[in-house]
């Protein structure tokens, strides 16, 4: 670690270079860092750059930092942004993050669905309910931490770091006014100040207002809220949004396992609404034959597949594991920029979990800094056939196992179709697809 003693870097600016990142526009700034946009010149993406001001920085606050940074390296979870590099500057400590779109602050500012807002939510409460699992308070949940990828994939930044910042300026657990619980405000942060701030979120994006202190309920905004949801919905914010710390839910796992049983009455009761105003649509809003046919597709087999991608050339949805686009046949526009991993294969581009040896996808080398760490997912259903193999977990639609780079022989299932590829032999949905998105070959629609 370098020394913070006896030398002040200048002050960031726009296209200058600070190792090997080239410095593009400052995304914004707070009390404890500021963030830049940058592009790594060595991978050639564009990422975001946090830097610690230096007026704060002292040898106690490096030490913590680093530990923190630590932590947040050692999360593995789709909805939590991962951390590409953390190192020393010319002095300056710079953590870099993939970058995404916007946050959900500037999603905020515009008109936002109430199916959006029900997948953000989910999103937002997967990432904590994976923290809170393995006993890691954020402390600083706000729109302004979430960074919103294509696909509208929700990634939850800042953990740790937050933590550090509360206690370098604050001198306690204090988080962002606005969001922070009462408690955390006084000092005693704990996993249901994290629920206290995600139903805060939560509020705003569906009824459109930020309640305030003393969140006596009625809160501002609940009777827009009451025309827009079910009541099941109400009354979970509402326990998430007590004073009294004892009286919300214990943590983001119980808060997620409540929004789980409710989300199908809250679904139903958005469909009732829909075709309550339903409209007959105008000739310019006719979907053409080919928009219905995917919509169809995505309706039964979205799950299955997980369709996070897109074909550049047809606009096609596709999933990290096909190899050629199934609505035009394409293999070399496939866009897999929103995959709902933590990382990317560095070769063809596709998701990867940070403790893989090899590729799932692309028969490559060995990774060269696979993680120590053996990371769980709920996605691992299948076995590798390999009896020596290290782990035998597989995900579904997996060319080659990610521990053992033994290519799967055995097709796997596509939900309830039974057709198959007459080449390679692997599942395919002939009523929809015109091309196997495994092998490429051209297939008759029937």
Not at 124 to 149: G, M, Q
């Amino acid at each position: 670690m370098q020394s913070t003693r006896g030398h002040v870097p200048p002050p960031i600016k726009a296209r200058q270079n600070l190792g090997k990142y080239r410095i593009q526009r400052r995304l914004g700034a707070g009390g404890f860092m500021e963030v830049w946009q940058a592009l790594d010149t060595v991978e050639g993406i564009k990422v975001a750059l946090r830097v610690p001001h230096q007026h704060l920085v002292s040898q106690e606050m490096l030490k913590d930092l680093r530990k923190e940074v630590r932590l947040t390296a050692g999360l593995d979870h789709p909805n939590i942004l991962p951390i590409k590099n953390a190192e020393f500057i010319d002095g300056r400590l710079v953590v870099a993050y993939p970058l995404g779109e916007r946050t959900l602050g500037d999603r905020m500012q515009h008109r936002m669905t109430q199916q959006v807002a029900l997948e953000l939510a989910e999103q937002l409460l997967e990432a904590l309910d994976y923290a809170h699992t393995r006993r890691i308070i954020h402390c600083d949940v706000k729109p302004e931490n979430l960074i919103l990828f294509p696909g509208n994939r929700l990634c939850l930044t800042d953990f740790g770091i937050s933590r550090v910042a509360a206690h370098t300026l604050y001198a306690s657990g204090s988080g962002t006014v606005g969001y922070v619980a009462p408690e955390q405000a006084m000092g005693r942060p704990s996993f249901r100040s994290d629920v206290f701030s995600s139903g805060l979120v939560i509020y705003r994006m569906l009824s459109g207002s930020l309640p305030e202190w003393p969140y006596t309920w009625p809160l501002p905004g609940h009777s827009r809220l009451q025309k827009k949801v079910h009541p099941d919905m109400i009354a979970f914010l509402h326990r998430a949004l007590q004073v009294d710390h004892r009286k919300r839910y214990r943590d983001a796992c119980q808060m997620l396992a409540a929004f789980w049983k409710m989300l199908p009455r809250m679904k139903r009761f958005m469909n009732m609404q829909s075709r309550g105003r339903r409209t007959v649509p105008t000739s310019s809003q006719q979907l053409d034959w080919r928009q219905i046919r995917i919509r169809q597709f995505q309706a039964q087999f979205r799950k299955v597949l997980r369709l996070e991608g897109s074909c550049e050339q047809c606009k096609g949805p596709v999933a990290d594991s096909m190899n050629h686009c199934p609505w035009c046949g394409s293999s070399e526009k496939l866009i897999r920029a929103n995959t709902r991993f933590p990382d990317t294969c560095p070769r063809c581009r596709r998701g990867r979990k940070l403790d893989w040896q090899y590729c799932a996808w692309c028969y490559g080398p060995r990774f060269d800094d696979p993680s120590a760490r053996k990371y769980t997912d709920k996605r691992y259903e299948g076995r590798c056939g390999n009896p020596s193999c290290e782990r035998k977990v597989l995900m579904p639609f997996m060319r080659y196992c990610p521990w053992c780079r033994t290519k799967v022989k055995k097709p796997w299932k596509l939900g309830r179709s039974r057709d198959e590829c007459p080449r390679c032999e692997w599942p395919v949905a002939k009523g929809f697809w015109e091309a196997c998105p495994w092998c490429g070959k051209k297939l008759a629609l029937h």
